[in-house]
């Protein structure tokens, strides 16, 4: 760094100590998506490297098909050294689970698909029960059963820490106690890229390899690496009835129409998927991912809005986290 | 306008290629409580249009409810992310914010100013290449400001703005910039720092923000993001020697041996000859291999799979560098570190070290003098308790490979990881190698643990004692060592009192002093074992570190803990030496039990109920539990 370059006037900048480095050669800059990348792929080699028995969190929607790829590039020219877990509500969109089948079959992946049985044999309905109930047996609950299960101690997930403001002081690696709790008060500091990743039995670690991702990246990433993704992403004319503000969409006959409804089509699509009956969609034509992209540029809603279960109670997002939801 | 993406992309694809080019910085903000951090780094969302609807309804209500500003919108409570504390008002930990603009992704690490929260800010400045120190231009360069200097130049982050904040309050007075800037670039000149750049801004009104102020007509520097967007921080770790710790051997199959890690340093290309430190085996680089495919040259900062000329033994941990500029390789060193745990540091007591990607047991051997972050003064101490930053000396197990932080951030930082709880509970930069480690080699000797074992005819193991002064050890310990004894067995009783009387006669009862205690016995026990024997400690050793730490120093199945488990209330009752009556009376401090923690022990391999067993009984359990796990014949 010269002086010229650095200080646009001399009066406000002042070089205290100027180490004169010959350049050599202008090194090419990494882009902002490289790096993330290749952050990324330092997570999950580090926590497969010092972990037993690590797993991939799979929620089949945009962060998942993010993170699954990475983990592809991580381990390249190796099989992944995980399997995938996919925590089934039962309540997701058909074209979520068809477009997990073609990913496993694709991918020949090892997947695990765990649903709380509990939940199963009470019938737990999200359009009965509501949000809240449903999401903690058949999403929190059933997590953790799963994790007890087959006593993992590392599971990644796609959560990044400009979804929600508690996220945001999240830890890359997030520890849990063994009740599978999140204590934001007491969590390890975390330098450079140096990961303490050790626990004692039935502790375990959370793994956030897009934590320093945003929504944009994720898009961008997408379209640069020509990602697959669930169709639902894009819009397309879909039934829909509109219900406390929110657009849901009809996706099977277990939806319950209430009387003067019915479903009219639009064109719509998803921001964040997730059980079709929580999840609403958006009004729009951006039917290319090109189109969905320039949508964001000029989104003026953030991305988690679509999705009732934050919205429950303020703060809840960080309730929900210290009870062990992901 | 600079920076902003206010305007809708006609030709999105030609837009997002030109997204694909933008770089990455990472920074801090750092400042005294009510400098306005977080109202900067709101700022910074709001300018660069990433507030949503949905975030701004929040932030209005929010602002109504807790906001600091009557009323009006609050930025700060943007980014104040954790209920509790936007219900406090303070930031008190560690957030990370995201924005971008059409040349730069920019990472924030907002840091709290608060005394206590050092280690935050610690965190987030490792992996910062530019700080933003702000100060009150009411206020002025005060202790806080120093004390942030410092730590983000220990830190190594040699690009600083100085954002004198509130101009708005002082009429945007030129005077009043001035004699800050003077006096921060007169302490400044102390520490590491390229560059230190002074701007007058109000975070509160966006003066200088992203929008160049007309209320300071004399200031001609740059905006905040007129320079975030232009500082160039990439070119000094490119022009480093090449360094990679491996992360990960890559082994899909027989005839693929890939090491997998992420460039720290410098770059590498096929045909560069490349070092494994810790065998000083070299060999030439054959392929950089990716998922996308072979590369003809990587970065620092990318993630690769590198594939060698030679059968190399390189695993995990190993720090493969440029075979012309190898890095340090010692197993001791001089380090800066911060203390960042609630329990103070114990010198003595075994931690565990990770640097890079190796992990090893390491022990502070000596504190040489703790820092104080307001003066820069030295200061004689025994131990660093929370947010203290200490100059130590380390010695490890093994040696490593690093390099000095001042050379590279990525190869000379290190954490210490608590053995029994697994905290982090410190982190370091390593100042240089004590030369003192090259000159100590191990001897090697010709007769070994087994060849003496054998001709005593017996296994050699450690009967480690542990429990309340009063508990019974010292008496069932010497009833074991008769019965082996009478059974023909090897043995020698180390006593707690016994060894204090000679060995640590220069050792009292601190935590400090208790950790040296039990590290002397746990390697006189070692010793003994190495010789053959059967070797019966009896020592209160009241924390479980210490008895991991002595567990860790022979091999696996050599090392049982008896736990004699006996009521503190049943040991006062006892109160064998009078001992807990003077404690009682205050004449006897840390004694356990009274005033200084015992810390049970969770899975010992014996305990005896000390209430109910007599020494008879225990003596039969431990000799019947020696007998069954076959370090002993039956009888």
Same mark, same amino acid.
């Given at each position: ?5 650095s ?7 002042k ?33 497969v490297?010092?972990?037993?028995k690590?797993?991939m969190l799979?929620s +089949?929607?945009?962060?998942?098909s ?9 381990f ?22 068809e ?8 991918h ?14 009470q ?5 009965i ?5 449903h ?14 299960k ?7 997930g796609?959560a ?15 520890f ?16 450079w ?15 956030f390899p897009?934590s320093n ?8 990433? +997408? ?19 509109e ?15 209430k009387?003067g409804?019915?479903?009219q ?19 729009s034509?951006?039917s290319?991912?090109s189109?969905? +992209?320039?949508?964001?540029?000029v989104?003026?809603t953030s ?11 303020v ?7 210290q009870?062990?939801y992901? | 306008?600079p920076?902003?993406s ?29 400098d306005?951090k ?13 507030i !949503?609807?949905?975030?701004l309804?929040?932030?209005?209500a929010?602002?109504?409810?807790v ?6 919108i609050?930025?700060a ?6 209920q ?9 930990d ?6 971008s ?11 709290p ?5 050092t280690?935050n ?10 700080a933003?120190?702000m ?14 200097s410092?730590?983000?130049?220990l ?6 703005i ?8 002082v ?9 800050i800037?003077?006096s921060?670039?007169q ?17 509160l ?11 300071t ?5 740059p ?6 967007e232009?500082?160039d ?10 360094r990679m ?13 890939g ?9 590498v ?31 620092t900062?990318q993630?690769?799979?590198?594939l ?47 640097a ?16 104080n972050?307001?003066t820069?003064?030295h200061l ?6 929370l ?6 000396n ?5 040696p490593?490979?690093f390099?000095?932080?001042?050379d590279?951030r990525?190869?000379?930082?290190f954490?210490?990881?608590?053995h029994?709880?697994n905290a982090?509970i ?9 030369r003192r480690?090259?000159?100590i ?5 010709e007769?070994?643990?087994d ?26 310990a010497?009833?074991?060592e008769?019965?082996?004894h ?11 009192d016994n060894?204090?009387h ?11 002093d208790?950790v ?28 479980r570190s ?16 008896? !736990?004699?488990?006996t ?9 064998v030496k009078?001992?807990?009556?003077k404690?009682r ?6 004694f356990t039990?009274?005033?200084s923690?015992?810390?049970?022990p969770d ?11 007599t ?9 019947k ?10 009888s």
């Open positions: 760094m010269t002086l010229s370059q200080s646009l006037n001399s009066d406000c900048s070089i205290l100590k100027t180490k004169a480095f010959p350049k050599i050669m202008q090194a090419p800059s990494l882009t902002h998506l490289q790096q993330l990348e290749a952050e990324s792929i330092h997570i999950f080699r580090e926590v490297a010092e972990c037993q690590p797993v799979y +089949i929607g945009k962060d998942s993010v993170l699954l790829h990475l983990a592809h590039k991580a390249y020219p190796s099989p992944l050294p995980f399997p995938l877990m996919h925590v089934d509500t039962t309540w997701k969109f058909r074209e979520m689970i477009f997990r089948t073609k990913m496993v079959n694709e020949q992946l090892d997947l695990i698909v765990y649903t709380n049985p509990a939940g199963l044999e019938g737990i309905n999200p359009f029960h509501g949000s809240a109930l999401t903690e047996i058949m999403k929190t609950d059933a997590l953790k059963q799963a994790l007890n087959y006593q993992f101690d590392a599971a990644f796609g990044r820490r400009d979804e929600e403001a508690s996220r945001a002081k999240e830890r890359i690696l997030s849990r106690t063994t009740t599978h709790r999140w204590d934001p008060k007491n969590q390890r500091p975390e330098l890229n140096i990961f303490n990743t050790r626990v004692r039995p039935g502790e375990s670690m959370r793994a897009l991702w945003t929504e944009l990246d994720v898009w961008q990433y +997408i379209f640069q690496e020509k990602i697959p993704i669930v169709p639902l992403y894009l819009a397309k004319d879909r039934p829909v009835v219900r406390d503000g929110m657009l849901l969409m009809v996706d099977d006959d277990r939806f319950p129409l009387e409804e019915t479903p089509t639009r064109s719509v699509r998803f921001r964040t998927l997730g059980c079709y009956p929580l999840t609403g969609a958006i009004e034509t951006a290319t991912l189109e969905v +992209i320039q949508e964001m540029l989104a003026r991305e988690r809005q679509g999705r009732l279960i934050d919205r429950d109670e703060g809840s997002m960080e309730k929900k986290k009870e062990g992901f | 306008m920076g902003t206010n305007t809708i992309p006609q030709d999105i694809a030609a837009y997002l290629k030109t997204q694909e080019e933008k770089t990455l910085l990472r920074f801090i903000t750092c400042g005294s409580v009510d306005g977080s109202t900067l780094i709101g700022r910074l969302l709001w300018d660069s249009k990433l !949503f609807e949905d975030q309804a929040t932030l209005q929010d602002s109504k409810r906001g600091t500003q009557g009323g009006d609050d930025y409570l943007l980014v104040d992310g954790l509790a504390e936007r219900e406090q008002g303070i930031t008190i560690v957030a990370y914010r995201f924005f603009t059409d040349k730069r992704k920019f990472i924030v690490a907002d840091t100013g608060h005394e206590q929260y280690r800010m610690a965190t987030g400045a490792s992996t910062a290449s530019l933003i120190v100060v009150d231009a009411r206020k002025g360069v005060l202790t806080q400001t120093m004390r942030h410092y730590l983000v130049s830190l190594g982050i040699t690009h600083v100085l954002a004198i904040n509130k101009m708005d309050l009429e945007y007075s030129q005077a009043t910039y001035s004699t800037k003077t921060y670039e302490f400044a000149t102390n520490l590491n720092f390229q560059e230190v750049v002074c701007i007058p801004v109000s975070a009104r966006g003066d200088n923000i992203f929008h160049r102020s007309p209320h007509d004399w200031f001609h520097g905006t905040i993001m007129g320079h975030l232009t500082v921080i990439q070119s000094d770790v490119s022009q480093k020697p090449f710790p491996v992360q990960w051997v890559n082994r899909p199959n027989l005839d693929f041996r090491f997998s890690g992420t460039i720290a340093s410098g770059q290309r096929p045909g560069d000859i490349i070092v494994a430190p810790s065998s000083g085996k070299t060999s030439q680089v054959t392929r950089i291999v990716t998922y996308d495919g072979d590369l003809d040259s990587a970065e900062g993630s690769v799979t590198l060698l000329q030679d059968e190399i033994d390189i695993s995990r941990g190993e720090l493969l560098s440029a075979a012309q500029a190898r890095p340090t390789t010692a197993d001791q060193f001089e380090a800066t570190i911060i203390w960042m745990h609630d329990g103070p540091l114990l010198p003595g007591r075994k931690y565990l070290l990770k890079g990607t190796r992990t090893i047991p390491a022990q502070i051997s000596e504190l040489k003098y703790k820092v972050v307001n820069l003064e004689a101490s025994k131990t660093l308790k947010n203290e930053v200490g100059i130590c380390i010695s490890l197990d093994h490593i490979s390099d000095p932080y001042r590279n990525q190869t000379g930082a954490i210490l990881i608590d029994y709880t982090t410190a982190a370091g930069v390593i100042d240089f190698a004590l480690a090259d000159n080699h191990w001897q090697s000797v007769i070994h643990k060849a003496r074992a054998t001709l005593k005819g017996q296994k050699p193991f450690i009967l480690w004692f542990t429990g309340l002064s009063g508990a019974g050890k010292s008496t069932v010497n009833m074991v008769k019965k082996l009478s059974l023909g067995r090897h043995t020698y009783l180390l006593d707690g060894v204090r000679g060995l640590n006669r220069d050792l009292g009862f601190t935590d400090v208790r040296e205690n039990i590290r002397r016995v746990a390697e006189t026990a070692k010793l003994m074992v190495d010789a053959g024997l059967i070797v019966l400690v009896s020592f209160i050793s009241p924390f210490e008895r991991e730490m002595a567990r860790m120093l022979v091999d696996e199945g050599e090392f049982l803990e008896v !736990f004699i488990d009521p503190l209330e049943i040991c006062e009752l006892r109160d009078g001992l807990y009556k404690a009376a205050g004449q006897l401090k840390n039990g009274i005033d923690p015992y810390e049970r899975d010992a391999e014996i305990t005896i109920e000390g209430a109910t067993q020494a008879e009984q225990a003596t039969l359990t431990i000799v539990a020696l007998e069954t796990q076959g370090l002993i014949p039956s």
